[in-house]
């Protein structure tokens, strides 16, 4: 996993330098690439998060009801969370973060 954390960290330098040199299209080729990187990523990721989830449920005994709504709930509510913390810390767009809350809720 670390190898594609260093992979996705090396295209994003790469598209970020090109995009700022000028070489916009070449810019553009490597973003897009780096989301469909990041979109298989997460795909796998989701491979692991449901037996992961079954498997805490099972060792401590807890009813489908609460894994469903404690555990699977927050793994829903992760990316629009993710957002709006970089949308308001990263980029101080407050805006932004309070209309990926509301429109997740």
């Not at 995009?19 to 298989?40: D, E, F, K, N, R």
């Not at 555990?71 to 913390?85: G, H, L, Q, R």
Request: aromatic share 10%.
């Amino acid at each position: 996993m670390s190898r594609h954390i260093i992979l996705l960290s090396g295209i994003v330098v790469i598209a970020w330098f090109m995009t700022l040199s000028g070489v916009v299209w070449g810019g553009y080729l490597l973003w897009i690439s780096l989301i469909l990187i990041a979109t298989l990523i997460i795909w796998r990721a989701g491979d692991f998060f449901s037996p992961a989830a079954t498997y805490i449920q099972n060792k401590h005994d807890i009813p489908q009801s609460i894994k469903a709504a404690v555990i699977d709930a927050i793994a829903s509510s992760f990316p629009e969370f993710c957002v709006a913390i970089i949308a308001v810390i990263l980029i101080g767009r407050a805006e932004v973060g309070i209309s990926t809350i509301v429109g997740s809720a």
